[in-house]
């Protein structure tokens, strides 16, 4: 794990005053052992390729089988396909330098990758909040649930998730375009993040502090509590049922309130500190958490348990069979 005291201090003033505009950044990864990593590969690909295919998985299955052509499944495929995308946004490049040994990444391209990676991070937040809000109106109003959770209304919840991550992105890695980067530019990290990216900066951070704070705090915070006051209202209702029923609306939850307990946990754990107290080797830590294992996990914790996906798999399965035969 990189030690972020053996780095020299990016905010000394000789490195600010002397040190030249820089052009790229120097990922140091998991290990500041320099060379190639290759043992970071087999960390990796068995769980992007777990990841990817899984949600790609997921998304066939949704989109072949009529019996999955329900609101709640819409959102769980939506979920898949920004799933699958996050993790190939940081996943195949940390494969590719660990594998060569070549870590350098243009400023710009290191841009590009914070902005796409926290435009499906941040969808994956707020379509989880959706997935809260069709679990609520299933289970509280269920004689509404067809109109609430119309096909057009599904489709405007998801566009709205991707509009509203896109937004948060851009103000966020437009206030990283304004700040000053001289001299030391080796990051302690195996992707371009948010705290290291600020760590490096020979600029004041106070106002990408107090964004990800106030902004980021609103977009990541407001989902986790409108799912919390969501599922204390879906407890308060099932609680008066019969109890099967009860256990029906808790295997219905349980996986996705895991998933939401794992992300948030990570994220929070993360970003919502502040920058002089941020630790380097933890931040890789909850990152590889949220990045790479959450995506990758998801199919499998909440989506292919569920009986109604297993039994598309077999009817697809079946329909193969068949078809060989002819």
């Known amino acids: 794990m990189v030690d972020p005291a053996a780095l ?26 320099p060379g190639p990593q290759p043992f970071l590969v087999l960390l990796f690909l068995p769980l992007y390729v777990a990841g990817v295919l899984g949600n790609s998985l997921m ?13 709640m499944y819409f959102l769980l495929r939506s979920l898949s396909v920004v799933d699958a995308a996050l993790i190939s946004v940081i996943v195949p490049q940390t494969m590719v330098q660990a594998l060569s040994g070549h870590r350098a990444v243009p400023f710009h391209a290191c841009l590009a990758q914070f ?32 109109a ?67 902004e980021g705090g609103l977009v990541i915070l407001g989902p986790f509590l409108f799912i919390a006051a969501t599922y204390a209202r879906i407890g308060w209702v099932v609680l008066g049922r019969p109890a099967s029923e009860r ?25 919502f500190q502040p920058g002089a107290s941020y630790s380097a080797p933890k931040g890789v830590v909850f990152s590889i958490m949220y990045t790479v294992i959450t995506p990758a996990s998801n199919p499998f914790v909440y989506s292919l348990r569920n009986k109604d996906v297993q039994g598309a798999l077999r009817r697809l399965m079946g329909r193969g069979r068949r078809s060989q035969r002819v």
């Not at 600010?16 to 950044?25: D, K, M, V, Y």
């Not at 998304?59 to 609101?71: E, G, M, Q």
């Not at 499906?120 to 004689?143: E, H």
């Not at 760590?199 to 704070?213: D, P, R, Y």
């Open 8 to 33: 020299p201090s990016p905010h000394s003033p000789m490195a600010c005053e002397n040190g030249t505009e820089i052009s790229e950044f120097i990922l140091l990864g998991l290990s500041s052992r």
């Open 59 to 71: 998304v066939a299955l949704i989109t072949l089988d009529p019996r999955l052509h329900s609101p």
């Open 115 to 146: 902005f796409f990676f926290y435009v499906f991070g941040v969808s994956d937040t707020l379509l989880l909040a959706a997935m809260a809000l069709d679990r609520y109106v299933a289970i509280c109003d269920p004689l509404r649930y067809p």
């Open 148 to 214: 609430v959770m119309s096909p057009r209304v599904c489709r405007r919840l998801v566009a709205s998730c991707l509009g509203l991550a896109a937004l948060h992105s851009a103000l966020h890695a437009g206030l990283l375009l304004r700040l000053s980067y001289r001299g030391e530019n080796r990051l302690p990290h195996f992707f371009c993040d948010h705290q290291p990216l600020l760590g490096l900066s020979c600029s004041s951070t106070q106002v990408n502090e107090a964004a990800i704070f106030f």
């Open 247 to 271: 256990r029906r609306a808790f295997s219905t939850c349980g996986s996705h309130l895991t998933m939401v307990a794992l992300f948030y946990g990570a994220i929070v754990g993360v970003y």
